[in-house]
């Protein structure tokens, strides 16, 4: 799993904020994170190991959110930070 250190800097880089607090964890065959940034937003990470179809899922389900379906809308690209 991603060490809070790892979460920290995908934020910055990625939401440019840094993670202020973690709401809540919870996870089977993905892992989720609740958190709230620096700048107040909060935000659902999904953390899941690497693989190559997950980027047409985070493509579709953009298109979905786009389309007005009722599901999240994908803030940032796919990254793949270590094996996850």
């Known amino acids: 799993m991603l060490t809070t250190d790892a979460l920290t800097r995908w934020c910055q880089s990625s939401l ?3 993670l202020a607090e973690t709401l ?6 993905s892992y989720v994170v609740g958190v709230t940034l620096e700048d107040e937003r909060q935000v659902v ?3 899941r ?3 190559n179809r997950l980027s047409a899922c985070v493509a579709v389900q953009r298109q979905l959110a786009l389309a007005g379906y009722p599901c999240p809308a994908p803030l940032t690209n ?3 930070v270590d094996a996850w």
């Open 49 to 51: 190991p690497w693989q």
């Open 78 to 80: 796919l990254d793949r």
């Open 45 to 47: 990470i999904k953390i």
């Open 24 to 29: 809540f964890e919870r996870g089977n065959l």
């Open 16 to 18: 440019q904020s840094s």
